[in-house]
């Protein structure tokens, strides 16, 4: 049962363009959720968050949107860098209990390439 | 300031053999988590450990065990290894309320 699911397994955009990643999920007791980054080799680095208290988080050229009742998320990259070239991965957590949010439930992942 | 380094980078099995992967984790943190990436697919939860007892595990059968060590170090354990154990294995760290700090991970592969 794939509760954490990215359809789009993968996304070429222009260096300078928006890159839009697209995440869904069905359980409903996740109330947090984050995005990480993973280079080939390396493990997936953290990027940005989102709770679900909120409906919108922005790092720098990061961009979470959280629609609780679509069950739906997206992370923009404006503008897109060749360096953003990654495997993109989202995440979400159910903090039952208050306990720190080691229990991520992952998607597939989508392999963004930005061309210059 | 090391992040969360894990040993060895690469490991070759039989099946039916056991195996222990290593994790320290970044200064600081004294939350484990193991998962399990398999070729294609995001990482998968196996078990987290905190104050050197198993807090949360994840949907994989006794033969996946851990322990953490007093400095917050870890070991994964797998027993009876089998073809489908082949995949890479992440460590990460936290602390509290942070999100995870992954290491580079061991690739392990069985025959």
């Known amino acids: 049962d794939q509760q954490v699911k990215q359809n789009s397994p993968s996304l070429s955009v222009q260096e300078g363009r928006i890159s839009i990643l697209n995440c869904d999920y069905t359980?409903?007791?996740?109330?947090?959720f984050l995005w990480y980054k993973k280079y080939p080799a390396e493990g997936p680095t953290f990027l940005i968050s989102?709770?679900?208290?909120?409906d919108k988080n922005e790092d720098g050229r990061f961009t979470v949107f959280l629609n609780k009742s679509a069950k739906h998320l997206s992370l923009h990259i404006v503008p897109s860098q060749p360096g953003d070239s990654a495997v993109y991965f989202c995440?979400?957590?159910?903090?039952?209990?208050?306990?720190?949010?080691?229990?991520?439930?992952f998607g597939q992942g989508t392999i963004l390439t930005v061309h210059p | 300031d090391a992040g969360v380094t894990q040993s060895p980078t690469h490991l070759i099995k039989t099946r039916g053999q056991q195996v222990t992967l290593r994790c320290s984790p970044k200064?600081?943190?004294?939350?484990v988590s193991w998962y399990q990436q398999a070729l294609g697919q995001g990482p998968q939860f196996i078990f987290q450990?905190?104050?050197?007892?198993?807090?949360q595990r994840g949907n994989f059968p006794d033969r996946f065990s851990g322990h953490q060590f007093p400095n917050y170090s870890s070991e994964l354990n797998v027993n009876a290894l089998l073809l489908g154990d082949s995949a890479l294995y992440l460590c990460?760290?936290?602390?509290?309320?942070?999100?995870?700090?992954f290491g580079n991970g061991t690739r392990l592969t069985v025959t």
């Open positions: 990460a760290s936290s602390f509290g309320y942070s999100p995870l700090h």
């Open positions: 359980n409903s007791m996740f109330d947090y």
């Open positions: 989102i709770s679900s208290i909120k």
């Open positions: 995440a979400a957590s159910a903090n039952a209990g208050g306990t720190s949010y080691g229990k991520l439930t």
């Open positions: 200064s600081g943190h004294d939350t």
């Open positions: 450990y905190y104050e050197e007892e198993e807090r």
